[in-house]
């Protein structure tokens, strides 16, 4: 069964103080993984997509990285603007093309 | 552009009543997916739209919910007689290459 876990739940920083959130997952033959940023009361909003082991991409102060077995969210000098729930996806080549989530780490910067 | 939009953006309805959801894809994506988002849950796969192929409906949790898409692009969900459980934010994304998915604001329902 294909699974995504997320790991802080939650995660509180100081403005400038950076960290990385982490997605591991087991599917059957990835056919890729997906990064989301959440706001309170909106739809998630597309960050990336990572399609192979060894695969970077960055984007401002974020930056997905993904191994075999998992994915890591860099975030470097945050900003209390990249506060918001980060979501970590993966599609499987056995599925119909729907994601399954995590869920979910709530990054909290404080100024 | 215009991005995936829903409607309504908040439903309140009696135990037991029917309650239609609605979603505007972005012009030209060929794939549509409904999604629910329950409080302290990760987001669940509830059925899928690919052009004109039989929808895949593996995730709808009862017989009591159900979907349609007309013309290939606009679709909505059904919810009879609904539930407690049933409350949630209900999520459509729309893809055109059932890679990248792109969602709406969402449809929040409380049943009550």
């Known amino acids: 069964e294909d699974q995504v876990t997320q790991s802080p739940e939650a995660l509180r920083l100081q403005e400038g103080e950076s960290s990385s959130l982490n997605c591991s997952y087991t599917v059957s033959g990835l056919r890729g993984l997906f990064w989301y940023r959440q706001d309170p009361g909106k739809g998630p909003e597309f960050l990336f997509t990572l399609y192979s082991a060894g695969e970077e991409k960055e984007k401002e102060r974020l930056k997905a990285t993904l191994t075999k077995k998992e994915s890591f969210l860099h975030i470097t000098a945050p900003k209390p603007e990249d506060s918001a729930t980060y979501l970590c996806a993966v599609q499987g080549w056995g599925s119909q093309g729907n994601l399954i989530f995590g869920k979910g780490t709530k990054l909290s910067v404080k100024p | 552009g215009a991005g995936v939009s829903q409607s309504p953006s908040n439903k309140v309805t009696e135990k037991g009543k029917d309650v239609e959801l609605r979603c505007d894809p972005i012009?030209?994506?060929?794939?549509l997916y409904w999604y629910r988002q329950s409080l302290g849950q990760g987001l669940e796969f509830l059925i899928y739209?690919?052009?004109?192929?039989?929808?895949?409906k593996s995730g709808l949790p009862s017989d009591r919910f159900s979907a349609e898409r007309t013309g290939g692009s606009v679709s909505t969900l059904t919810i009879q007689r609904t539930q407690q459980e049933d409350s949630a934010v209900y999520l459509c994304a729309s893809s055109l290459d059932s890679y990248e998915q792109y969602f709406g604001p969402g449809t929040r329902l409380t049943v009550t």
């Open positions: 012009s030209g994506h060929t794939a």
């Open positions: 739209f690919q052009g004109n192929s039989a929808p895949d």
